[in-house]
């Protein structure tokens, strides 16, 4: 996900290390977690963001013991599946996060501009509206996309009406035109629909 480290406009930049590294501790997560991600479906895009941030801060990768899972659906679908909801309030213990660098979950502003001058290849996805991609819907200051980049609307990933997330095949087929081996860069508006994209 394209993350714009020099301007924490959305106070999601994974510059802000030690103030997520004091939150995670606050709430119990430690470097050696495993945490599932789960919240409101219709905010599904909101829930993904946590995911993205916890794989930028180290998760999932080589170099740290902690793990991350989406838990696709939300707390409806672990109760239609029969899961049990707990009353009882839970306090969780502070502990210590370790934020582990170089994950490569972002893209800085310097790898966009060796992209789009040629001198380093990826490929980047818009997830935005059609609308948006080609200026016909302008939601920031000016309409603008990416050279080359592909336009892959964020909605096509789920189901509108449930906001469950479509079958992997469906998925493999929507996205059959990006190598799979490339470095590929999601991004959109403010963050949040590059986050849901990235799941994929």
């Excluded at 599932?36 to 013991?65: R, Y």
């Amino acid at each position: 996900m394209f993350s714009k480290a020099y301007a924490e406009d959305t106070k999601r930049s994974e510059v802000l290390h030690s103030r997520v590294e004091k939150t995670l501790g606050d709430m119990g997560i430690s470097s050696d977690s495993h945490v599932i991600i789960c919240g409101d479906p219709a905010n599904t895009h909101w829930n993904a963001v946590m995911f993205w941030v916890l794989e930028a801060q180290g998760c999932n990768s080589s170099l740290s013991k902690c793990t991350v899972q989406y838990y696709d659906g939300g707390v409806q679908r672990w109760q239609q599946e029969g899961g049990k909801i707990e009353q009882n309030e839970t306090k969780p213990s502070p502990t210590t996060f370790k934020a582990i660098i170089g994950t490569k979950r972002r893209a800085t502003i310097n790898e966009m501009i060796n992209v789009l001058t040629d001198i380093k290849k990826a490929n980047i996805i818009d997830v935005r509206t059609e609308g948006e991609y080609v200026g016909t819907d302008i939601r920031a200051l000016r309409a603008v996309t990416y050279r080359g980049a592909i336009n892959i609307d964020y909605a096509k990933n789920f189901d509108t009406k449930t906001y469950r997330m479509h079958p992997l095949s469906d998925l493999d087929l929507l996205y059959r035109g990006v190598p799979e081996d490339s470095r590929i860069i999601t991004y959109c508006q403010t963050g949040q629909r590059a986050s849901y994209t990235y799941l994929y």
